[in-house]
């Protein structure tokens, strides 16, 4: 299983990014997909979470309403749309599954909101 994130930047308040994660390793297709982020001093939390068809979402209070978790089956790769970013949403994000019990991670992809 691999998990690679990208689309991390800085940005200022109020701004967008898109974060991407290409899995590979895996019938991605048949499984649930995670975003999570940790920023520094705090625990990892779930940010969102994306069925296997795409059909279902869920999303931590923090983002619901900003941020948007999408999937391309096709193309093995689940997407993080974040929009009107706050300074609070500065983390490393990453990309999980969880395949026969096993989790996954990628390496991150860094998102720093600041002026």
């Known amino acids: 299983v691999q998990l690679v994130e990208s689309g991390g930047g800085l940005v200022q308040p109020g701004g967008s990014l898109r974060l991407s994660c290409a899995a590979s390793?895996?019938?991605?297709?048949?499984?649930?997909m995670r975003w999570y982020r940790q920023a520094p001093g705090k625990e990892r939390e779930l940010v969102a979470q994306?069925?296997?068809?795409?059909?279902?979402?869920i999303y931590t209070d923090s983002v619901k309403g900003r941020f948007t978790i999408s999937r391309d089956n096709a193309q093995n790769t689940v997407y993080l749309r974040m929009n009107n970013l706050k300074p609070e949403d500065t983390a490393l994000y990453y990309c999980?599954?969880?395949?026969?019990?096993?989790?996954?991670w990628g390496q991150g992809t860094q998102v720093t909101v600041s002026s």
């Open positions: 994306i069925s296997s068809t795409g059909g279902f979402t």
């Open positions: 999980n599954v969880v395949t026969y019990g096993n989790p996954y």
């Open positions: 390793g895996f019938t991605f297709s048949s499984y649930v």
